[in-house]
Each structure stands twice: as structure tokens, then as C-alpha cells.
């Protein structure tokens, strides 16, 4: 069976990678739009035999067409390619944010469309192209065999995500990843200000197995001082903090695993009360310290 033909528009991180993932499957990429330098050379490094083209031409030519462009632009491209796409063919947007709702322009040509967005950071590099993640599909019912076998040949796994819900999905993968990574650099920046020579190599071990043993056991992976109920302990570690956006950060995820540790029985009722009672008292200290 002859696969269909593949156009990707935007060869920014995302974009580049999915176009050599489809060459990986066998699938035939027809054209890449690059609108920079920076851009262009990555798809000349992760797809070089594939044509640079512009997003027309690359629609007119393809069977499946990627957009693979920034959330800010994805109302301009879907209206740019508007007046060449065909009734039948299949385009799909990478964003976590956005659901089928901002390619309704192109349904109503008889255009079959879809939301699979890819639940990975990406570098941009040959790294990312055997990576496999999960993909938040949001496709017509009439296409889930279609949406299934474009995740497959992207090598990831599909989470069905409902058109209402894919706000939260994508802020369910911001918090799990990108705050993450501040809470880290934070921890990081204050291993420095106390003379660690290389603070990822101290922290590397406690932040990996958190990772993997919160991924395995949820709540049950909770340790550290407010789990105990170590006032004492809470509120040296918020005194110590020089950076007052480290200390505002620790506060706040202090109290919300209070929370968490309360309800899941870890922490009693006592214990639970005296330590939100402390960043209350806190809470009202910072504010008026400002």
C-alpha cells in the first residue's frame, strides 16, 4: 500500500524532527517551509534530500500536511493555506494548547483534521528522532484509525484528549515540566551561593530518583521535612533562602505538599495544622515585607 505524501510547514524544533521521523516510517516528505536561518539549517541537517519549499506549495502537494508553527501564528497559517486545501486530505497541528476548534476553516473545506501533539521537549537535533512519547490526540471519531497509524509511524502512543480538555492537558505538561525545571535551577543556584563546585552532580541523583519514584508511586514517593511535620526544619529552610523568589517558591510548594501529605494521611491532623498555621504566619510576614 503506497503511503500517503507528507508535508511539514515550520522547521523549528518540533517541525524538523517530525519530517525525519516520517523518513524513518517510509513515509515520502514532499516539502519543509523554513522561514530563518536557524530553521533552515535544521532542516538541512535532519532532512537534507527534502525540499525547501513555502507553505502553499507544500499543501498543494501533500496528502498529510504537518503545522508545525508557534500557537501565536497557527490562526495566520491555517487562513494563508486556506484557499489550496482539498476536500480529503488530512492536516494536523503540533500544539498542546490548541484542539481541532482553530483548523474549523479548513473542515469546512471537507479537510480531515486533528490536534496530535507530541509529549516531549525538544532539542531540535538527530537526539529527538528516536525518542518515543506520547502524543495528545483530539481527532473526529471517524478518523481514529487514521490519527492511530500517523502516531505509530511517529513512534508514540495515544492519549485521547476531548476538545474541552486540552487547556488543562497542556498545563498538566507545563507544571510537570517546565516548573519543574525551575524549582531545579533554583536548588541549583543555591547549592552555588554555598560552594558545591558542580551542584548537578549533588542534586542529580536526589532529582532523578524523585522523578522516577513519584512516576512509579505517586504521593507514596513523598519525603523531607513537611511530610514529617518538621516545623522547625520548614521554617530554617525558608529563612535561608537569600533569593526571595526561591524562598516565595519553597513557601508555596511547601503548603501544597502539606496539603497533599494531609490528605493522603501521611501527615496527621495536628501536625498538619501547626505547620499551615507557621506558613500562614509566614505567608502574612512575606507579604508585608514587600
Known amino acids: 500500500m503506497t503511503k500517503p505524501r507528507v508535508g511539514v510547514v515550520g522547521a523549528g524544533?518540533?517541525?524538523?524532527?517530525?519530517?525525519?521521523?516520517?523518513?524513518?516510517?517510509h513515509y515520502p516528505v514532499v516539502g519543509i517551509s523554513a522561514r530563518s536561518q536557524t530553521s533552515l539549517a535544521r532542516a538541512q541537517a535532519l532532512v537534507p534530500h527534502v525540499a525547501i519549499s513555502n507553505p502553499e506549495q507544500i499543501v498543494r502537494s501533500a496528502d498529510v500536511v504537518v503545522l508545525a508553527v508557534p500557537d501565536g501564528v497557527l490562526n495566520?497559517?491555517?487562513?494563508?493555506?486556506?484557499?489550496?486545501?482539498?476536500?480529503?486530505?488530512?492536516?494536523?497541528?503540533?500544539?498542546?494548547?490548541?484542539?481541532?476548534?482553530?483548523?474549523?476553516?479548513?473542515?469546512?473545506q471537507g479537510v480531515i483534521t486533528m490536534a496530535l501533539h507530541p509529549a516531549m521537549t525538544f532539542t531540535g537535533t538527530e537526539l529527538d528522532v528516536e525518542r518515543a512519547c506520547a502524543f495528545g490526540v483530539t481527532a473526529p471519531a471517524e478518523a481514529h484509525a487514521l490519527s492511530e497509524s500517523i502516531v505509530v509511524a511517529l513512534g508514540g502512543t495515544i492519549l485521547e484528549i476531548a476538545e474541552t480538555d486540552r487547556i488543562?492537558?497542556?498545563?498538566?505538561?507545563?507544571?510537570?515540566?517546565?516548573?519543574?525545571?525551575?524549582?531545579?535551577?533554583?536548588?541549583?543556584?543555591t547549592l552555588r551561593h554555598v560552594g558545591a563546585s558542580d551542584p548537578a552532580a549533588v542534586l542529580r541523583p536526589l532529582v532523578e530518583a524523585a522523578v522516577?519514584?513519584?512516576?512509579?508511586?505517586?504521593?507514596?514517593?513523598?519525603?523531607?521535612?513537611?511530610?514529617?511535620?518538621?516545623?522547625?526544619?520548614?521554617?530554617?529552610?525558608?529563612?535561608?533562602?537569600?533569593?526571595?523568589?526561591?524562598?516565595?517558591?519553597y513557601f508555596a510548594l511547601a503548603r501544597a505538599t502539606s496539603g497533599r501529605a494531609q490528605r493522603m494521611g501521611a501527615l496527621?491532623?495536628?501536625?498538619?495544622?501547626?505547620?499551615?498555621?507557621?506558613?500562614?504566619?509566614?505567608?502574612?510576614?512575606?507579604?508585608?515585607?514587600?
Open 13 to 25: 524544533r518540533v517541525g524538523a524532527v517530525l519530517a525525519a521521523r516520517f523518513e524513518r516510517a
Open 76 to 108: 495566520h497559517v491555517v487562513k494563508e493555506i486556506s484557499p489550496v486545501v482539498r476536500a480529503g486530505q488530512v492536516v494536523f497541528h503540533v500544539s498542546g494548547r490548541h484542539g481541532r476548534s482553530v483548523l474549523a476553516p479548513l473542515e469546512t
Open 168 to 189: 488543562a492537558y497542556h498545563a498538566a505538561l507545563a507544571h510537570g515540566s517546565n516548573h519543574v525545571t525551575t524549582v531545579i535551577n533554583q536548588a541549583l543556584d
Open 212 to 249: 522516577s519514584n513519584t512516576l512509579a508511586l505517586g504521593d507514596q514517593a513523598l519525603t523531607g521535612p513537611v511530610l514529617r511535620g518538621d516545623v522547625d526544619t520548614v521554617e530554617a529552610h525558608l529563612a535561608a533562602f537569600d533569593d526571595p523568589e526561591t524562598r516565595a517558591t
Open 268 to 290: 496527621d491532623e495536628a501536625a498538619g495544622a501547626k505547620l499551615d498555621s507557621v506558613l500562614t504566619q509566614r505567608s502574612i510576614e512575606m507579604e508585608a515585607g514587600r
